[in-house]
């Protein structure tokens, strides 16, 4: 039994020795972070392998659950993290380092991903939240910079305060319950005391950290320096996989903790929602950092998907991951875009940098310009199909008012993507752009052929995703 | 039911676009290789296109040779491809002026790839545009029309104008996101897909109705140069030199007023239909507008689209006639009016060329040097404003004739707006025959070449042919 | 029928390819002998009333066929005959005189314009006229080739092209039908008839190039002389003369059109008169006497409700003589386009000037005699006294050129074998029409020795003193009436749209307050998304109060 329970921890282990791994090649010198990334990416797949082999099992069935819900989180993840290494490891060979405490961090971060995505338990979700915050507290240190940022310390006194808003709120409910704090003792507990203002305090307590970890306005304060100031990889991880984990996590206390508070929810999630949209919107025009506009054009999304939660419906549950889905594809062209984006040997990261880009790389910002339509949802590309879904759901719904402001601010927000293409198309030559390395364009050309075989037939992928996500709901 | 024939047209050029993307780089070949698949895939399309007039009922108003596939189940999308002999008509005018476009086009254009690619992708959608027969998939391709423009235009368009790509692409975006509203609430209100035909049978009550039709036509004007959202459309098209993106630039007004045509005569309801007089007087007011500043523009470019501009409302104006008649009739003189602009686009590309390479700083006079464009613009002029021996002039005569039947001020703006327009053109025409203002010495070199003066020779013919019989490549 | 019109297209083609100088002479004396045949052809089916002719379905529509129609009835005859033989005449003359370089091409635009007005006459529905109407107006501008001249020729006709498009729309949409043997049915169902009539005599008189529309007619002097007389006598004008035939069912509808019709066709000929009079240019002269024919001729025919008749064929016949002669004037002055150089040939050239008078007195002869009989048939002397004006006029140019003070030695004319047939031909033509209409009666002999008297009077010789006033003859009346009241306004008016609306509406304005509210949207981000603690804070409380309030609202 135990060594069956064992078995069912080697995704974990399989990163922990990817871990250990690290450790041994610093110890032996190894200076190329081809090297280390090579080693991360093999326990990644690793892991990964777990993951599906083990699908259903969890080594600690009163603190984890291993359905296919948490599966199909963590193959998005494990992919994401996938590609990051392998285009990160150019980044840290130009930069002349090892990334060897990227490399840690990142494999550490997974653990605690699978953790919270995979928690039933209050105890676990609280441990592998405080963890995750620990691990991207010191990704934000990460810096070859000579005067260090203040956005790790701005981000561990923020995350401070909403580590303890948490823990109170769980060590209320951890009172209330004796300690039996279990998904479905907690629902059955706010089911029960609809009416007591403590434990509706307790259970908000449980959301804001995600909300905030996510960057959902009023509580976005640390998610443009996130993405804004740090290095490439960091960015890279924040922009994209730290999202998707958080949802996958917030997707679930909802649909299995939150629908006895459903109807305040429901109000309270529709307002962060626009205020998301307008920030993000605004935000993204007032911007001229390429990591930072997409920050913003991050919230706003982000807002849109909050706006289909604020209904508590499994099936609008499955439109909104739909949309998070082609969005994070679709962000993950960007990115990869930003990594051939090198001049003498320097990452540019600025608007202006793209200046003439079209007239020397036509086919990077012709894959650019996929990803930013996408955003703004043109068919045929994927994004329409997030953007059918929405106008749909909010029509069916009759929300027309939001729906409006989210029209409105989409008009708003196309309008940063379209600075960046006439950037790129109009504008003359600045800088001469260094020569592409070979796997970014590889992986370039697999994420535009793989945001055109998904558009043009979404629908296997798509019942596979229903399958997945649906399990959720029993 | 036909078996992809449909979807052909469609993924032929996009095939070709594919092509050309990936086409190796190579010094001495590479911008032939790319102008040869563009051609062969719009030769290609020309073929389908006629094989698909023989497979048709001449006599049939409704949709023919019907396709189904499916792409989504959530939410449910279902495209629907469906051709008439009017769509038809457009789609081969559209491929065959390009075909003619891509002939005549110099070979040392700059970006031959981006220019080639993205006009096939263009040609691509706007024939899933035309042969669309339910409002998502036309809306799909509505919209999709629009990027290789904004590609085009950011490729090609001038530099001062990329504060006004930006304006006219949200410009677009908004008219773009009203429809996609519009087409959901249909959608949910019959609970599944609808077809173009089936639209205005939908029963939505009061401010709704108005809502869903004022969307979908303020949809289809963000495609118009609609005064007073005339000014960026007509900036951007001024702009561009390259007489491929010149063409697509006349051509993305054709899109809106395709919508019209299919959503209008007897599919919107007779609560809107009533309006009509407000869209006409639109189109009367933008018509006199655009003609009266083509009087005094300089550029000829600026000319030519307000040409383009005043035919498109005439058309727009007959369409919200309390009539269905003239379909077809539309048709018939979009065929010409198409390929006429194409020839004429280009031939004005040429001129500004020549006085590129020759160095000369004034355009006046500059077609005594060149007999062949002299008489091919010419003509070509002629035929636009009117010559009785094509078929513009003759469906235009019943379109006209139809709008005095209805309204006798209406009709008379028309003609207005035509004769301004027309003379502009004239006035234009004989500055560049002005032997006065021509350079002193004598320019030889930079008369249209052997091959450009036979295709525009053979359009000629098949203007000439389509007098006398509209469908007479139909076998 | 179809067997003389079809030659008639095939020469015409085959006249236009370019060959060199000998092939092309050759060429244009077989175009003269083709020519002749098929007009014999012709007379001879025209006069025994042959049913003759063809009818080619062309296209078919809701309101009607599209036919090209070629059937000349009896009427029709007798405006085909005159003007087959007048195009002959001018090809003849165009063989003789070495004024043109392309011979065979002048040719070939003079027979495919007689095929343009065949049809013209022959039309039996709106399509085929509008087609005739435009083709001859397309010729034309061939014709000319100069720029000056055809530049306000094509536009004037182009703007009357328009306004009969625009008449023909609204009348076959109100009909539904496209035959022009309906239209006397718009009498009693058309709508908006004065405007129907008013536009449609707008085109004829744009057309004919009247007073106030004649400025596109005078430019015409620009170009050589030979292609401006045809130009002026066998396309615009003629058509719009034809065409008012066609369609006169149209002109009727409305009672302000005859009146409008006649006033303007008297200014017409007064203005002709008085400009052909004072004008120094020949060119001119010659142009604006043919206005006063012209104008004579819609007189004439709004007296008889447009009802063509054999003695107008001889009328428009004389009147196209007198251009030919006018012609020879000019080549034997040696291409001297300002009658006050001109000489008065005492020394040489004096017997070709001669000869010319004397078949300028035999066409006086034939003028006066048919204007009289006109006018007597109709009852309306006014006509006489307009003939005999233009007369007048027409003697005034004579005693200024064949009693010029100056004598200096002309150039001799080269050598040409072929000018006395031209003398000859003319000569007998002009002596068989005069016996044909009677026109030796002893009121003839008195005008004749009247008008010599005319021409070589001293004191119309003093009138010679009007050339030198310089505004007289730089001044064209609707030339600047025009420009002011319409040209002028127009640009200003679309230069004030182009600066007013589309720049500072539509680029300032509209811009401006876009990119207004974008700035202020941005600031109010930056205000309130300010990077400092206080701010966190408050962003951190304003949600869990978000959270709260909600609670509460549930509550509640």
Request: net charge neutral.
């Amino acid at each position: 039994m135990i060594l069956h329970n064992m078995i069912y921890t080697l995704p974990e282990v399989s990163l922990l020795a990817g871990i250990i791994h690290m450790f041994l090649l610093y110890i032996m010198a190894y200076e190329s972070a081809k090297v280390y990334s090579r080693a991360a990416k093999f326990w990644i797949i690793m892991s990964l392998f777990w993951e599906v082999a083990t699908q259903g099992k969890s080594f600690s069935p009163l603190y984890f659950d291993n359905d296919s819900y948490t599966l199909l989180f963590n193959l998005i993840v494990g992919v994401l993290s996938y590609i990051m290494i392998s285009l990160s490891a150019t980044w840290f060979v130009t930069e002349n380092k090892t990334g060897c405490k990227y490399y840690v961090l990142l494999l550490s971060a997974l653990i605690g991903i699978k953790l919270l995505i995979s928690s039933i338990n209050l105890v676990s979700l609280l441990f592998s939240y405080i963890l995750l915050i620990y691990i991207h507290y010191r990704m934000l240190g990460i810096s070859y910079e000579k005067i260090p940022s203040e956005a790790p310390s701005r981000y561990v006194g923020i995350s401070g305060i909403i580590i303890i808003i948490f823990a109170l709120g769980f060590l209320y409910i951890n009172k209330l319950q004796d300690g039996n704090v279990e998904y479905t003792e907690v629902k059955e507990l706010f089911s029960s005391n609809r009416k007591s203002l403590e434990l509706y305090l307790s259970a908000i307590s449980l959301l804001i950290p995600f909300l905030y970890s996510i960057g959902i306005a009023p509580f976005h304060i640390t998610a443009e320096d996130k993405t804004g100031k740090s290095i490439l990889p960091v960015s890279h991880y924040f922009a994209l996989i730290a999202p998707v984990a958080f949802w996958g996590c917030f997707i679930k206390l909802n649909i299995e903790l939150m629908t006895a508070y459903k109807e305040e929810l429901s109000e309270v999630y529709k307002i962060f929602a626009l205020l998301s949209v307008v920030f993000g919107a605004m935000g993204a025009n007032a911007r001229i950092n390429l990591h930072r506009i997409l920050s913003y054009s991050s919230m706003y999304h982000f807002g849109v998907v909050l706006m289909l939660l604020s209904f508590f419906s499994i099936a609008i549950d499955f439109s909104a991951f739909i949309y998070l889905f082609v969005y994070i594809l679709s962000l993950n062209g960007c990115y990869l875009v930003f990594y051939s984006l090198r001049s003498h040997g320097e990452y540019l990261s600025s608007v202006a940098s793209l200046s003439g880009l079209a007239e020397t790389r036509s086919y990077t910002t012709g894959a650019l310009l996929v990803s930013l339509f996408s955003f703004i949802g043109l068919p045929p590309l994927i994004g329409f199909l997030g953007q059918l879904n929405v106008v749909s759901e909010l029509l069916k719904q009759e929300s027309y008012i939001s729906l409006g402001v989210i029209l409105f601010f989409l008009l708003i927000l196309s309008k940063s993507y379209l600075e960046i293409v006439k950037t790129a198309y109009f504008e003359h030559k600045v800088k001469t752009y260094d020569s592409e390395n070979k796997l970014v364009i590889l992986y370039t050309v697999l994420s535009v052929i793989c945001i055109v075989i998904i558009a043009f037939n979404p629908q296997g992928l798509f019942e596979i995703l229903k399958d997945m996500f649906y399990v959720i709901s029993i | 039911m036909s078996s992809y024939q449909l979807l052909g047209l469609i993924l032929i050029p996009l095939i070709g676009s594919i092509f050309t993307l990936t086409a190796k780089y190579d010094k001495n070949y590479a911008v032939s290789n790319i102008f040869n698949v563009s051609i062969l895939s719009l030769l290609a399309n020309v073929s389908l296109i006629l094989y698909i007039f023989s497979q048709c009922n001449l006599e049939e108003s409704g949709l023919q040779l019907v396709e189904s596939f499916h792409w989504v189940d959530y939410p449910k999308v279902e495209i629907y491809l469906g051709v008439d002999i009017f769509s038809l008509l457009i789609i081969l005018s559209v491929n065959l002026s390009f075909l003619v476009a891509e002939i005549c086009l110099y070979r040392k254009t700059e970006r031959a790839k981006t220019l080639i690619a993205s006009e096939l992708l263009f040609i691509g959608l706007c024939n899933g545009y035309f042969i669309a027969a339910d409002v998502l998939s036309f809306y799909i391709f509505f919209v999709s029309s629009g990027t290789p423009l904004i590609i085009l235009i950011s490729t090609y368009g001038s530099q001062r104008k990329k504060t006004v790509l930006i304006r006219f692409s949200i410009y677009n975006l908004i008219g773009a996101l009203l429809l996609l509203v519009s087409i959901i609430m249909m959608c949910e209100a019959q609970k599944g897909d609808v077809l173009l035909s089936e639209a205005g049978k939908i029963n939505f009550k009061g401010g709704t109705e108005y809502f869903v039709w004022l969307s979908i036509f303020f949809a289809f004007i963000s495609r118009l140069p609609i005064w007073p959202f005339h000014y960026w459309i007509s900036s951007i098209n001024s702009s561009l030199k390259n007489p491929l993106v010149f063409l697509v630039g006349n051509l993305i007004p054709l899109i809106g007023l395709y919508g019209f045509i299919r959503f209008w005569p007897n599919t919107v309801p007779e609560t809107i239909a009533i309006h009509a007089p407000i869209f006409e007087i639109i189109c009367i007011i933008t018509m006199l507008f655009i003609a009266l500043v083509s009087l005094s523009h300089k550029d000829m470019r600026y000319k030519l689209f307000a040409y383009t501009t005043v035919y498109y409302l005439v058309y727009l104006t007959s369409i919200f006639l309390p009539t269905d008649v003239l379909k077809l009739n539309i048709g018939y003189s979009l065929y010409s009016y198409i390929i006429i602009i194409t020839i004429l686009s280009f031939l004005i590309s040429h001129i500004e060329h020549q006085k590129k390479e020759l160095g000369i700083y004034g355009t006046g006079g500059i077609l005594c040097y060149m007999p062949r464009a002299s008489k091919c613009l010419s003509l070509f002029i002629l035929a636009g404003i009117g010559l009785p021996v094509t078929s513009l002039f003759w469906n235009n005569f019943i379109i006209i004739s139809e709008i005095f039947n209805y309204n006798l001020i209406l009709g008379i703006m028309v003609i207005l707006s035509i004769f301004l327009v027309s003379l502009s053109l004239l006035e234009e025409l004989y500055k560049l025959k002005d032997k006065s203002s021509a350079a002193t010495e004598c320019i030889m070199g930079g008369d249209l070449s052997t091959k450009h003066y036979i295709v525009y020779i053979g359009c000629l013919i098949i203007l000439f042919l389509s007098f006398f019989k509209p469908l007479w490549f139909v076998y | 029928m179809i067997n003389i019109i079809a030659c008639l297209v095939l020469i015409s083609c085959i006249g236009l390819i370019k060959q060199r100088m000998k092939y092309d002479r050759l060429m244009s004396w077989i175009m003269l002998f083709v020519g002749v045949l098929l007009f014999i052809d012709f007379a001879m089916e025209a006069v025994n009333f042959k049913e003759g002719g063809f009818s080619f379905l062309w296209s078919t529509s809701k309101i009607g066929d599209i036919t090209i129609d070629f059937k000349p009835s009896p009427m029709e005859c007798r405006l085909i005959l005159p003007l087959f033989f007048i195009s002959l005449m001018t090809i003849l003359y165009n063989n003789i005189y070495r004024y043109e370089e392309k011979k065979s091409a002048f040719n070939s635009y003079i027979l495919l314009n007689l095929v343009s007005l065949s049809l013209l006459i022959c039309s039996k529905n709106y399509v085929q006229l509008t087609t005739a109407i435009f083709t001859i107006d397309i010729l034309g501008y061939l014709l000319l080739k100069d720029v000056d001249s055809s530049h306000r020729y094509v536009v004037y006709n182009f703007f009357a092209d328009m306004c009969l498009y625009m008449v023909l729309t609204l009348v076959s949409g109100r009909l539904e039908s496209l035959a022009i043997s309906d239209i006397p049915q718009y009498l009693k169902i058309g709508h908006h008839k004065d405007f129907v009539g008013l536009i449609l005599l707008f085109v004829v008189l744009i057309k004919a190039g009247s007073f106030m529309f004649h400025s596109y007619i005078v430019d015409l002097n620009s170009a050589k002389f030979q292609r401006m007389s045809a130009v002026n006598m066998l396309y615009a004008p003629l058509a719009g003369v034809l065409m008012a035939l066609k369609l006169h069912g149209l002109l009727i509808v409305s009672d302000f059109v005859y009146p409008i019709l006649k006033v303007v066709s008297f200014l017409t000929i007064l203005y002709g008169i008085g400009n052909a009079i004072c004008t120094d240019n020949i060119k001119k002269k010659l142009i604006y006497l043919n206005m006063s024919f012209i104008g004579l001729l819609l007189i004439m025919l709004a007296n008889s409700d447009f009802h063509w008749d054999w003695s107008y064929s001889f009328y428009y016949g004389v009147a196209y003589f007198i251009n030919l002669l006018f012609l020879k004037i000019y080549l034997y002055q040696n291409n001297e386009n300002k009658v006050s150089l001109m000489l008065n040939s005492k020394e040489t050239n004096s017997l070709m000037l001669k000869a010319t008078l004397l078949q300028f007195i035999l066409i006086f002869n034939i003028f006066i005699t048919l204007i009289f009989e006109i006018s007597a048939e109709e009852n309306k002397e006014l006509v006489f006294v307009y003939g005999l004006a233009i007369l007048f006029s027409i003697a005034v140019i004579l005693n200024h050129i064949y009693s010029s003070p100056h004598s200096r030695r002309l150039e001799k004319l080269s050598p040409n074998s072929l000018r006395p047939i031209s003398f000859l031909a003319t000569v007998s033509i002009l002596l068989y029409a005069n016996a044909e209409i009677g026109a030796y009666s002893m009121y003839n002999w008195m005008f004749i020795i009247i008008l010599l008297l005319i021409i070589k009077a001293p004191f119309i010789t003093s009138l010679r003193k009007i050339y030198e006033i310089e505004w007289l003859q730089k001044e064209d009346i609707s030339k600047s009436f025009f420009l002011y009241t319409l040209v002028t306004p127009f640009m200003y008016i679309s230069r004030t749209l182009w600066l007013m609306v589309d720049f500072i509406f539509s680029e300032k304005i509209i811009t401006t307050s876009l990119n207004g509210m974008h700035k202020i949207g941005i600031s109010l981000f930056f205000k309130i998304n300010q990077k400092n603690y206080i701010t966190y804070f408050l962003f951190i409380i304003a949600g869990i109060l978000c959270f709260i309030a909600s609670y509460y609202r549930r509550q509640m």
